[in-house]
Structure formats: structure tokens, C-alpha cells
């Protein structure tokens, strides 16, 4: 298996990296999709929330409300802590059996690990490659208000409550530009995507 960990800030085109990778054949794993997984009705990860933020997240069907959480820990970074440290441990160990499943599926598998807060959650899978997608935060406030429907007050919240770009640059291997056309952003991935072959095929010479 070759193991790439995806990361970027907010509106910065990791979803079309991503994409592209998976339209070459790569195993798409979103952390995202996981996180919402280790929290669903019935899991360690929801008790453990309610027994620390009380049953006032949750919906009448026993789902949580992301919203509510989501206000209650947003400008609080002792309630966040404590919410990453419930999340955060259950996602790495579920990743590490999707990866373990896709990896006994194909030996060759290149798997795509799409995680917003690699920097932020310290994940520290064995990754072969770091790839992190970059632009401007002028361009991602652009984008997240005209392309997500953001007020231009919430698009820079978001943009401010994640970790400064460059403390994700310094754990790059690849860096993707994606402040430019969609064609280049796509160019630069398919260049990638040539090297992982190359590398993976050198390593198994």
C-alpha cells in the first residue's frame, strides 16, 4: 500500500485534488466521513460527548447536532480539546482499519487519506507522501462566499479558526497551487500522480 495524507485549509481545492486521484484509481478515504462515523447513535464516541457536553447535542433521534456542538466549542478551546480528544483517537483507529481492509483487497493500493486536521490532530500515520493543496485566503474567502454561500463575516471565522498555512507547508512533500485555472490545478495532480507510480514502483524493485 502507498499512503498519502491530503490536507489543506478551508476552500483550498483538496476535494478536487482528491477527485482526480480517485478518477487515476487511488482509494479515496475521507476523514470527515469518519469522524461522523466514531460519533454515530450507539458508538463510544456520542456517550462520551454527551457525557461530557450533556444531552442538549443531541436530536430527538438520538443523532448529534452538529450545530449545537459545534457552538458550544467554536470559541471555547478548553471544550474543543476535550471534544478532539473523544474524536480524535476513534478516528485514527477506525482509518487504520479502512486502510488495513484496503490494503488486504489490493497489496498495490494507493490510498488517498483526505484530513483536514492532519496538522491540527498530529496524525501520524506511516505516510509515504504529504500533499497539501494551497491558495491565497483572499481566494478562499472567495470561494467559500461565492461558491459555499458564506457571509463574508462567517468565510473569514472559518478561515482564521484553522492553523496558520504555513505550519501545513512545513509538513508538505507536494505542494498543489490551486490559485490558479482548474487545468492547472488538475496538470499538477496528474504529475503526482506519475510519481507515485514511479515511487511505488521503485519500491518494489
Known sequence: MYLIGLTGGIASGKST???RLYEH???HVDADQLARRVV???TPGIAAIVDRFGSGVLRPDGTLDRAKLG???FNDD???AALNAIVHPAVRELSAKVFAKAEAADP???VVYDVP???EASVDHPFDLIVVTSAPRRTQLKRLVEDRGLDPMQAEARVDAQVANTERLAVADVVIDTDGTLAHT???TDELWFRILDERAARSK
Open 25 to 27: 484509481g487511488a482509494v
Open 71 to 73: 457552538e458550544l466549542v
Open 108 to 110: 498495490d493500493a494507493v
Open 117 to 119: 486536521l492532519l496538522v
Open 186 to 188: 488538475m496538470s499538477q
Open 78 to 80: 478548553e471544550a474543543r
Open 40 to 42: 454515530e447513535p450507539g
Open 17 to 19: 485534488v482528491a477527485r
